[in-house]
């Protein structure tokens, strides 16, 4: 048993992801060029001003942090934000750009992120036990039959957001965003969660 290959799969929509997020939408953050905005959230006017240089590469690191906080560990110790209640958490020093441009919008990004969670929370509960995981269970047994061997172990993390495009990303090494809609649509879900499992086992 203990040669059996083993792939760990966790979802959720996390609340300092979806934060993130809304703070990079709130401020005027481009990067990660290819993540479409959130929904039910105000667009920036396409004349606005973005963010400075130096807050986008702050607001980067932070967001490499809170997608894989293992994988990208502080240099420097970790100061909680107010206004974010454990939520939001900067390097001590080299984020102090970031932190005050992010500080006025801790209310409504927090309210947010909150609620976006809660509604993904809410939508898993309505799915019928098992369902959840069916689609990667079928998608890696697919993988297995086009290959012809046993998918090799695996760790995966997929963040269910509700972007205004519909789609899956790479956030991280090891961490998929998808949009909410397509997450509950069976059939283009596995088709789109094949690629990423392929890549990985």
Known sequence: MADKPQWLIRED?????????????????????????????????PDAVDAAPAIEEQWRDYWDMTVEPRAHPSEVPLELIDGFDTLVALPASGAEQLAEAIAPQAADALRYARAAHDRY??????????????????????????????AHSF????????????????????????????????????AAIRPIIAELA
């Open 121 to 150: 929370v809410n939508s898993m509960k309505s799915n019928t036990g098992g369902d959840a995981y069916r689609a990667y269970a079928s998608a890696i047994a697919e993988f297995e039959r086009e290959v012809g061997r046993r």
């Open 13 to 45: 929509a996390s609340v300092p992801v979806l934060l993130a997020l809304a703070l990079r939408q709130a401020i005027g953050i481009r990067v990660p060029e290819d993540l479409p905005s959130l929904r039910d959230l105000p667009v920036r006017a």
């Open 155 to 190: 760790e995966l993390n997929v963040q269910v957001l509700p972007f205004s495009q519909r789609g899956i990303w790479w956030i991280g090494a090891l961490t998929v965003a998808v949009t909410d809609g397509l997450r509950r649509d069976v059939v283009a879900f596995d």
